[in-house]
T-cell receptor, first 115, second 114 residues
Framework: AQSVTQLDSQVPVFEEAPVELRCNYSSSVSVYLFWYVQYPNQGLQLLLKYLSGSTLVKSINGFEAEFNKSQTSFHLRKPSVHISDTAEYFCAVSEWGGATNKLIFGTGTLLAVQP | KAGVTQTPRYLIKTRGQQVTLSCSPISGHRSVSWYQQTPGQGLQFLFEYFSETQRNKGNFPGRFSGRQFSNSRSEMNVSTLELGDSALYLC?????????????FGQGTRLTVV
């Protein structure tokens, strides 16, 4: 069984400041790792994913995340946030090599960017 | 290419009633998954369908059921509604299976049980 922990339920940050949203996972099998973003009254959008290869993955809008197998972490970072980044961010895992698309989500982190 | 469409967007039902939610996946996608999102429990997996077959089921009571049609459209049904069923129900479609296939989410159906 897998589980995902996002310790920070809310992260307030000023515009143009850097931010890190933490994600740790637990699994007895190998997993794929994802970050999804949810804007108010919307569904989830994939931000970035780690499937294999380079442990550092980047999104088109400046976010990046690094897979750390020894620490079972997949923290999300952005060097300079914008007001428009205000949203809820969910870390998720799915089973590597399994015949299922089932995602296990963390409880989410609300990123609140202030001017 | 049209995204995942969920209907209706909002729904108000009374305790004891039943409800059916609909999801139309992205054209060509054969996998559809359903999730329940609540403030207390977060995002929880309900079930997954691929080519009309249920591939996986979450830990929900039998009041929650679903099905998938030959055109990949999916419906989920909740019978004997309880107040605790109030939630945002999200549908996600994927091209294939295997965990690496990207999930595209609809905007959800907001169900309120009174």
């Amino acid at each position: 069984a897998q589980s995902v922990t996002q310790l920070d339920s809310q992260v307030p940050v000023f515009e143009e400041a850097p931010v890190e949203l933490r994600c740790n996972y637990s699994s007895s099998v190998s997993v794929y790792l994802f970050w999804y973003v949810q804007y108010p009254n919307q569904g989830l959008q994939l931000l970035l994913k780690y499937l294999s290869g380079s442990t550092l993955v980047k999104s088109i809008n400046g976010f990046e995340a690094e897979f750390n197998k020894s620490q079972t972490s997949f923290h999300l970072r952005k060097p300079s946030v914008h007001i428009s980044d205000t949203a809820e961010y969910f870390c998720a895992v799915s089973e590597w090599g399994g015949a299922t698309n089932k995602l296990i989500f963390g409880t989410g982190t609300l990123l609140a960017v202030q001017p | 290419k049209a995204g995942v469409t969920q209907t209706p967007r909002y729904l108000i039902k009374t305790r004891g009633q039943q409800v059916t939610l609909s999801c139309s996946p992205i054209s060509g996608h054969r996998s559809v998954s359903w999730y329940q999102q609540t403030p207390g429990q977060g995002l929880q997996f309900l079930f997954e369908y691929f080519s009309e077959t249920q591939r996986n089921k979450g830990n929900f009571p039998g009041r929650f059921s679903g099905r998938q049609f030959s055109n990949s459209r999916s419906e989920m049904n909740v019978s004997t509604l309880e107040l605790g069923d109030s939630a945002l129900y999200l549908c996600a479609s994927s091209l294939g299976t295997g965990g690496a296939s990207e999930a595209f989410f609809g905007q959800g159906t907001r169900l309120t049980v009174v």
